[in-house]
């Protein structure tokens, strides 16, 4: 595992909570999707289970019988590569809560690793609510959460808030680095530029090859146009199965596309991006909680970049 970068204030504070003698017994792990929380959840968890690092292999292989892992499953485990279920279930969650019957294997502590809790069904959250309200000893519970405000209130009152910023563009070059050595050059640093401080979406855009996507979303921000032909082509281009992944992380960069252009524009025309924004941020989530039609989605992401050119203009 590379170095963990970019979260010292976060590593001290939850040091010095284990240094108390009083760790509190869940941490949300709050912050923009790609900053590092997974992998600090494992460093977390390795100080807790293997604070002399005796068992750093199997810690870095998931085979720590004393870290549990809860993530979306394959909706098809017997297809290399399926696509991944849509949330987690509460099945997940009653097999999590028969493992946490039984004492930790090799010491004190267990740690649980949630991610992300924002994938939770409504029922699957209130069945984790229940382990939350009465913890098993010695259990840790660390909740990945890159919208934290959509949590259960009361899950959020049960745990120990801990909030993660985006990195710097130095910070994010150290973790590439590392993480993408293949990178350089213009092409690093128009990724650097466009990836909000996530090296996590830095390195999902160049394995996805983004840069159409990123070419066609400036398009139709230059165009102005609703309803304009590129936006039917990228509606074309990533409807298909195939392109589910690209799809999603679509949904995820208009909302950021939306903010860096709205930042530069007077206030009328800021105060317009923000609206747009915002609608941007919930159909994303909408349709990806509820398989929305991808060509309707698609066309909806367009018309609200399409709107900020024009809004511009209209100023």
Sequence with gaps: ???????????????QACASGRLHHGWILSGPRGVGKARFALAAARMLVDPENRHSDWIEHRTHPDIVWVERLAKDSDVEN????????????????????????MGPKRAVIIDSADDFERSAANALLKSLEEPPVGTIFLLVSHSSERLLPTIRSRCQMLRFNP????????????????LAGNALERLIASSNGSPGQAIAH?????????????????RAQPGHAETHKLADALSAKSAQMRYEAFLRRVPSKIAEFSRSQPLPVAAAGAEAYHAAETLAARALALSLDKPAVVMQM???LASLRANAADA
């Design 82 to 105: 399926s696509e991944l279920a849509r949330s987690l279930g509460v099945d997940q969650v009653r097999g999590l809560q028969q493992k946490l019957t039984m004492q930790p294997s």
């Design 1 to 15: 595992m590379s170095r963990l970068i970019g979260h010292d204030a976060q590593l001290r504070q939850f040091e």
């Design 302 to 304: 367009g018309n609200l």
């Design 167 to 182: 990195l710097s563009p130095q910070q994010m070059t150290a973790i590439l680095a590392e993480e993408a050595p293949e």
């Design 206 to 222: 160049a394995a996805l090859d983004l840069a159409a996507v990123e070419a066609s979303m400036d398009l139709i921000i230059d």
